[in-house]
C-alpha cells in the first residue's frame, strides 16, 4: 500500500508545478537515504536526505561521483535505459542508478544511496527510483517545452522589433517584459 501511495504521489508531483527538488524530497523521505539528481558530467543538479540540508546531501553525493565505478554504471543504465543496483563494498553505499529518460535522452541520472538505514527494502527501493526518475523525465520535459517555446517568442519579438513591426510601444514594452528583458536597459 505505501509503495502505490508514493507511486501516486510521484505521480502527483508531475501534473502539479513541482520540480526536481520535490522528487528527492519524496523519495529520501520514503527510502531513508541521500537521492540525487545528477548531470551526465557528474554534476549534481539536486540531493536530498533526511534531517539533512540539501548541500550537506550534495556534499555525500560528490563524495560518491568520483568513484571510477560510477562512470561505468551511468553508462550501462543509459544503455539499458532502466535503473541498476551497485552494490555497496565494506563501508560503501548500494547506490541505485536509474536514467532519466526525455524522448531518446538521457539528460540526467537519479541517484538512491542506500546507508543502510531502516528505510524501504531493496526492491522497494529500485522501484522507488525507477518511477521517480520516469517523473523527473518528464519535469524535465516540461522545462524544455517552455524553454524552446519561450526561446521562440523571443526570436519572434525580436525579428518584429527589427523589421519595424513593433510600433506599439506600450505593447512591445509589455513583451519584452514578460519575456524578461529589462526595459532599462538600453
Known amino acids: 500500500r505505501n509503495l502505490v501511495a508514493v507511486y501516486r504521489h510521484l505521480s502527483g508531483l508531475a501534473v502539479q508545478n513541482a520540480d526536481l527538488a520535490a522528487v528527492t524530497r ?7 537515504a541521500t537521492v ?10 539536486t540531493a536530498a ?3 539533512q540540508t540539501g548541500e550537506r546531501a550534495a556534499q555525500d553525493v560528490r563524495d560518491l561521483v568520483v568513484h571510477p565505478r560510477l562512470g561505468e554504471v551511468l553508462s550501462a543504465a543509459s544503455r539499458a535505459r532502466r535503473a541498476l543496483r551497485l552494490p555497496g563494498t565494506g563501508s560503501a553505499a548500494t547506490v541505485i542508478v536509474a536514467p532519466v529518460l526525455v524522448g531518446d535522452d538521457v539528460p540526467a541520472h537519479l541517484l538512491t544511496l542506500d546507508t543502510g538505514g531502516e528505510g524501504a527494502g531493496e526492491d522497494t527501493s529500485l522501484l ?8 523527473c523525465g518528464v519535469i ?4 524544455r517545452v517552455v524553454a524552446t517555446a519561450a ?9 518584429g522589433l527589427l523589421s519595424g ?3 506599439d510601444r506600450a505593447e512591445t514594452g509589455r513583451w519584452a517584459r514578460h519575456l524578461g528583458y529589462d526595459p532599462g536597459r538600453q
Open 26 to 32: 519524496l523519495i529520501a523521505e520514503q527510502t531513508d
Open 36 to 45: 540525487a539528481v545528477v548531470s551526465p558530467t557528474m554534476d549534481i543538479l
Open 49 to 51: 536526505a533526511p534531517g
Open 128 to 135: 522507488l527510483t525507477e518511477h521517480a526518475a520516469t517523473i
Open 140 to 143: 524535465l520535459s516540461r522545462e
Open 151 to 159: 526561446s521562440r517568442v523571443r526570436d519572434d519579438l525580436v525579428e
Open 165 to 167: 513591426r513593433g510600433q
